[in-house]
C-alpha cells in the first residue's frame, strides 16, 4: 500500500527510536528486584526477560551494522535452535543483575542509535530475514521497542501516554499486511485496503491505500497497533472492518517476523481501554522482529 509516512524525515525515525527508547528505559529505571522478575503478559517473561530480549536484538542490529562477520556468527547460532534461540537469549540476559542488565542495554542502545545515524542511507544490512537498509531497521526496532514495553507497562500497571511515534509501527502493520497471509500459508487477497487510523491526539487521520477502496480497516491507531503487535485481542479493540477480505486480515494481522504468534485471549487482564489513557487514540465525541509475537 502506498505509504504516507515515507516523506517523513529519516532522522525523525532515528530520533523516535531514541525516545522510545528513553520512555521505557524510565518505566524500569529504579525498579526494586522483586519487580524486575513480575510477570508479563508474554507466557514465562518477566519484566527482565523484556529488556533482556531488547538487549539481544538491538545488540544483533548492532552487529549487522558494523560487523557482518560476527552477525553471521549470531544467525550460525540461531539457526542450531531455530525455536528456542529468541527464549535462550532472553533467559540468559534476564539471570543478570537488573542493574547490570539495565547498563548493558543503555549501552547497546546508545551504540545502535550512532550507528543507524550514521550507516550509509542506501546500503542494505543483513538481518534474520531479507536485509534491511538503517531506516527500516529503526522502524523495525521501535516497533519492538514500543511492544516489549507495552508488556513492561502492563506488568506494572502502568498506562502510557500513546504518541506520534505509532505511526512507525502502523506503516509497518499495513505493509506487512501480505506476509501475515503468507506466513500462514494463505493467499493473500486482490487490490489494496484503505486503512484510517485515528492519531494519537484525536484530529489527524493516518490513511493507507487509495480512498475508494472497498475493503476498509477504521478506528484509533493504538487499537491497530496493538492489533499488529498480538498486545491485545481484537474483541477488546475499537476496530471496524468494511468487507469479508479485511474482516480475515484483522483475524491474522501482525507486524512482526517469523511464525505467527498465538496472540492474547480475550480480555487477557485488558479491559477495553486499559493500558492508554482514557479517550486517547479516538475521536473526539481515531523488518520485523521475531521476539514481538510474544
Request: without cysteine.
Given at each position: 500500500m502506498p505509504d504516507p509516512s515515507a516523506v517523513d524525515d529519516v532522522v525523525a525515525v532515528f530520533t523516535d527510536l531514541c525516545e522510545e527508547g528513553r520512555e521505557l528505559d524510565a518505566l524500569v529505571e529504579g525498579l526494586p528486584a522483586p519487580d524486575w522478575a513480575r510477570p508479563t503478559p508474554a507466557p514465562g517473561w518477566t519484566v527482565a526477560h523484556q529488556i533482556a530480549h531488547l538487549h539481544w536484538t538491538d545488540r544483533a542490529s548492532?552487529?549487522?551494522?558494523?560487523?557482518?562477520?560476527g552477525f553471521g556468527v549470531m544467525v550460525e547460532e540461531a539457526l542450531k535452535a531455530p525455536d528456542s534461540f529468541v527464549d535462550d537469549g532472553a533467559r540468559e540476559g534476564a539471570a543478570l543483575p537488573p542493574a547490570e542488565l539495565l547498563a548493558r542495554w543503555r549501552d547497546t542502545r546508545d551504540a545502535l542509535a550512532q550507528a543507524l545515524a550514521t550507516a550509509s542511507p542506501d546500503t542494505r544490512f543483513p538481518w534474520y530475514g531479507p536485509p534491511m537498509k538503517a531506516a527500516s531497521m529503526a522502524s523495525a526496532r521501535l516497533m519492538e521497542t514500543w511492544a516489549h514495553g507495552q508488556d513492561v507497562a502492563d506488568a506494572l500497571g502502568v498506562r502510557r501516554t500513546p504518541t506520534v511515534r505509532l505511526r512507525h509501527v502502523a506503516?509497518?502493520?499495513?505493509?506487512?499486511?501480505d506476509y501475515a497471509y503468507a506466513v500462514r500459508g494463505l493467499p493473500a487477497p486482490d487490490g489494496e485496503f484503505r486503512v484510517e487510523l485515528t492519531a494519537p491526539d484525536g484530529a489527524e487521520v493516518w490513511a493507507y491505500g487509495p480512498p475508494q477502496a472497498p475493503q476498509r480497516i477504521t478506528g484509533p491507531a493504538l487499537d491497530f497497533c496493538l492489533l499488529v503487535t498480538?498486545?491485545?485481542?481484537?474483541?477488546?479493540?475499537?476496530?471496524?472492518?468494511?468487507?469479508?477480505?479485511?474482516?480475515r486480515w484483522l483475524g491474522i494481522a501482525q507486524a512482526f517476523a517469523g511464525p505467527a504468534g498465538a496472540g492474547r485471549e480475550p480480555g487477557a487482564g485488558r479491559e477495553p481501554g486499559a493500558g492508554r489513557e482514557p479517550g486517547a487514540g479516538r475521536e473526539p465525541e481515531a523488518g520485523p522482529d521475531q521476539g514481538a509475537g510474544r
Open positions: 548492532l552487529l549487522s551494522l558494523t560487523n557482518a562477520t506503516r509497518i502493520g499495513v505493509r506487512a499486511r498480538q498486545r491485545a485481542h481484537r474483541a477488546d479493540l475499537d476496530l471496524t472492518a468494511t468487507g469479508p477480505d479485511a474482516d
